[in-house]
């Protein structure tokens, strides 16, 4: 499987509305003799004290800082794209007149983590249905696309017998559903779930043939420390470790 990196929100903006006294009205300053006067914005990164924009111009070799303003608008934003964890922090937007005034905005970047709900391992016999879970906290967003891999092939568009799902659900989380129908021995195998926003996770599903009546329940010895129960519902064969 390729690799998949950690990504954050695509991009994010803070406006700065140009006013002398506040923010939210004009874009020009009224000094009472009814007379205009231009005002510069400037952004800046308060954790380094780095000016970012000022006006329309960009001051920073990071090419994912842009300045935006659109013609005739009150509104002066920082635009950064591809936001980094380390993006986090205080800003300030100035306004540069004869009256300055400063607007500050804290940026916070949340990292999406995803995790599979049915845990690290599963156990099914020959014809159960598989359902697997990935869930995908702190994200304000859902991804993008969430790409399910069989070992190092993407199955995503060459499933036949089951079906691939990616939903919003509240609270800045969203969840991705991998069903396979009648699981077969060639199913097995380990299953990674790799959200466009968050690091990848995996989990190991073994098909096997286990020769116990699904009424009884029988432990096997695996070595001197750990046992496992092995027992049928009725799609899967469950493993349950015990230290003696």
Known sequence: MGKVEKKFHVSVGANC???PKRVGKTSTIDNGKSTLKTVRVSWIRLRDFHVLTIGRYTYTTDQRFEAYHTDFSNDWAL??????????????????????????????VVVPLAKILEGRELFFKPGSSINITCFISNSPEPPVYVFWYHDERMINYDFIEGQITVRKA???????????????????????????????????????KVLLRCDRLKKLKFDANISKEIYFDAYRVRVAQKRK
């Open 79 to 108: 635009k950064i794209q591809n936001v980094q964890q380390k993006d986090e922090g205080l800003y300030e937007c100035q306004l540069t007149s004869d009256n300055p005034v400063s607007q500050y905005v804290y940026l916070h």
């Open 17 to 19: 509305i140009e006013t």
């Open 170 to 208: 509240p609270r800045n989380t969203a969840f991705s559903s991998l069903y396979i129908n009648d699981a077969q021995l060639s199913d097995s195998g380990n299953y990674t779930c790799a959200p466009s926003n968050s690091n990848p996770v995996s989990i190991l599903v073994n098909v096997i």
